[in-house]
């Protein structure tokens, strides 16, 4: 990052940090940074409601955290109803302050939290709800989600039967729910994210933030390229960037000139054992997505 990038980032972002160092966090790990992030956004009056996941572990051990926020650690399957009832009772004390974050993975989120999460989507709460993808179940060894892409190892999805279904369009779905306002992000543009989250936090109703963060140990990749791989998801239109209101007013955020995807899943380990046509295969999956997201986006 050059000098003029770094002072413009620093203008943009608070210098008051809620992650203290000291947090549990593997090395490389985008969830860190996306919490860094958002919390940056959000501010001090914050509730962060973890259900099971590698978050579970990173702030630390009790009474010891590394968030400098308040924090509600629940069960895997309750991240949105515990949100629902944290706002609950934070106006039941005439609190209409304090953002309400539940902070969940592709696990909790997609599949496990899902009843849960189409339940306080459904009712309009109001709370801010971050999916934190990492695309496999992370804390507790890397096995597949319904998060994890087509054809990717995990420890369940060996190279000789890797994951045969389509990644779940988590986004289509929230869309569903008409409520009024979804985003993708990516920890490789911190400036998108951090600009939805503060939109975010000014809105009222239900909010869903699916962030994509990358995990060196899952996708197989060294630590330092953490970054560089998150920013090809983007750049290779794997994982556009964009916006939904009202479950129907699409704007795409960030139009890349794409790069192929083999960059992207070359990157990676996961992906080591793809042949040439089965990247073909995921190109033009790839390509025929971003052409519906651009009809979508001209509605």
């Not at 515990?82 to 005439?94: D, I, P, Q």
């Not at 990358?214 to 556009?240: D, E, M, N, Y």
């Amino acid at each position: 990052m050059d000098s003029q990038k770094a002072q413009e980032m620093r203008r943009q972002f608070p210098e008051e940090e809620y992650l203290t160092p000291g947090h549990l966090a593997c090395s490389g790990c985008g969830a860190a940074l996306g919490m860094r992030y958002a919390l940056k956004a959000l501010g001090e009056e914050t509730v962060v409601v973890i259900p099971a996941s590698c978050w579970s572990i990173v702030p630390g051990v009790s009474p010891h955290t590394a968030l400098k926020v308040s924090v509600v650690h629940v069960a895997f399957e309750t991240g949105a109803a515990s949100a629902s009832g944290v706002k609950a009772g934070l106006e039941m004390r005439g609190d209409s302050r304090t953002t309400v974050m539940a902070w969940a993975g592709d696990g909790g989120t997609f599949d496990i939290g899902f009843q849960a999460l189409s339940g306080a989507a459904e009712r309009n709460d109001d709370f801010i709800y971050v999916c934190n993808d990492n695309e496999a179940y992370m804390n507790t060894g890397v096995q597949r989600s319904s998060a994890t892409p087509y054809l990717a190892w995990t420890t369940t999805t060996p190279s000789q039967q890797p994951k045969e279904e389509r990644k779940k369009n988590m986004m289509e779905i929230m869309a569903a729910h008409r409520i009024p306002y979804a985003a993708t992000a990516s920890i490789a543009y911190p400036e998108d994210f951090y600009g939805k989250m503060k939109k975010a936090r000014e809105m009222k109703g239900f909010r869903f933030i699916h962030l994509l963060s990358t995990c060196p140990t899952g996708w197989r990749i060294p630590s330092q390229h953490s970054i560089k791989a998150a920013r090809l998801a983007v750049l290779t239109r794997t994982f556009p960037l964009y916006e939904i209101e009202n479950g129907d007013r699409y704007t795409i955020n960030f139009q890349p000139e794409p790069r192929p995807v083999r960059e992207y899943l070359r990157s990676q380990g996961r992906f080591h054992h793809l042949t040439d046509e089965q990247i073909e295969v995921i190109q033009k999956r790839v390509d025929r997505d971003w052409e519906r997201l651009l009809k979508r986006a001209a509605w």
